[in-house]
């Protein structure tokens, strides 16, 4: 299961409705419990490993433009001194630093994009943990209360059986007596009981780089 659909799941997640079905729901709430936390770590690392891979496209990017712009340095001075060719090769390695740049933005953007999600997952689950604990809280309360309460009414109840043992006790006592009384008066008598594309692509290039050195040209010192 992926990370991000893994979170869904558990922030979809009816707490409510899973305890309900529950034979044991202070068990199953320890579970939910123990599967957000360990979801949050998971998060947290993939987090920090994107926020790192973030910074090292940062200084690739820094190091891009530095190579953009030397190369440009190099082709305008090379025009300068009316070395053409090499203005043109120094444009060449330029182009190849500018597609560089291109493709390093775009990674950045799908990574920031990346991150800002992970943010807004780390928000969500955090509340359903906290969700989550409340509903602990509240089980644990309601079975404290059920055992004190239990107990009272055991302690209760065993008294009212203490009294009706006594009471019978009694009434045995009695019978006892009457029993003994007739036996006192009787005790004589007995009982009972794509390619095109490229070449397209290398033209361009191209007439983009022949743009630059007609620029080039424009600037070039007398």
Same mark, same amino acid.
């Given at each position: 299961?992926?990370?991000?659909? /893994?979170?869904? $799941?558990?922030?979809?997640?009816? +707490? @409510?409705?899973?305890? *309900? %079905? &529950?034979?044991?729901?202070?068990?199953i709430i320890r579970l939910i419990?123990?599967?957000?936390?360990?979801?949050?770590?998971?998060?947290?690392?993939?987090?920090?490993?994107?926020?790192?891979?973030?910074?090292?496209?940062? /200084?690739?990017? $820094?190091?891009?433009?530095?190579? +953009? @712009?030397?190369?440009? *340095? %190099? &082709?305008?001075?090379?025009?300068?001194?009316?070395?053409?060719?090499?203005?043109?090769?120094?444009?060449?390695?330029?182009?190849?630093?500018?597609?560089?740049?291109?493709?390093?933005?775009?990674?950045?953007?799908?990574?920031?994009?990346?991150?800002?999600?992970?943010?807004?997952?780390?928000?969500?689950?955090?509340?359903?943990?906290?969700?989550?604990?409340?509903?602990?809280?509240?089980?644990?309360?309601?079975?404290?209360?059920a055992q004190t309460r239990l107990?009272?009414?055991?302690?209760?109840?065993?008294?009212?059986?203490?009294?009706?043992?006594?009471?019978?006790?009694?009434?045995?006592?009695?019978?006892?007596?009457?029993?003994?009384?007739?036996?006192?008066?009787?005790?004589?008598?007995?009982?009972?009981?794509?390619?095109?594309?490229?070449?397209?692509?290398?033209?361009?290039?191209?007439?983009?780089?022949?743009?630059?050195?007609?620029?080039?040209?424009?600037?070039?010192?007398?």
């Amino acid at each position: 299961m992926g990370m991000f659909s /893994r979170i869904n $799941d558990i922030v979809q997640a009816n +707490i @409510n409705a899973m305890l *309900d %079905k &529950a034979e044991d729901p202070e068990k199953i709430i320890r579970l939910i419990i123990q599967e957000m936390e360990e979801t949050l770590v998971e998060v947290r690392t993939d987090a920090a490993r994107y926020i790192a891979q973030q910074k090292t496209l940062t /200084r690739q990017m $820094d190091g891009a433009t530095k190579q +953009i @712009n030397g190369w440009q *340095d %190099k &082709a305008q001075l090379a025009m300068n001194n009316d070395k053409e060719a090499l203005a043109k090769a120094a444009l060449i390695e330029k182009q190849k630093y500018v597609a560089k740049l291109t493709s390093l933005e775009e990674q950045q953007a799908h990574l920031t994009e990346t991150i800002e999600k992970i943010q807004e997952d780390t928000s969500r689950l955090n509340s359903k943990l906290a969700e989550a604990k409340a509903k602990q809280k509240t089980l644990v309360q309601r079975r404290n209360s059920a055992q004190t309460r239990l107990k009272v009414k055991q302690a209760n109840h065993e008294s009212k059986i203490d009294d009706a043992m006594t009471r019978f006790e009694n009434y045995e006592q009695r019978i006892d007596y009457l029993e003994a009384q007739v036996d006192a008066y009787d005790l004589t008598k007995s009982s009972d009981a794509a390619s095109l594309q490229a070449q397209f692509d290398v033209m361009e290039a191209d007439e983009a780089i022949e743009k630059e050195l007609a620029e080039l040209k424009k600037k070039k010192v007398a």
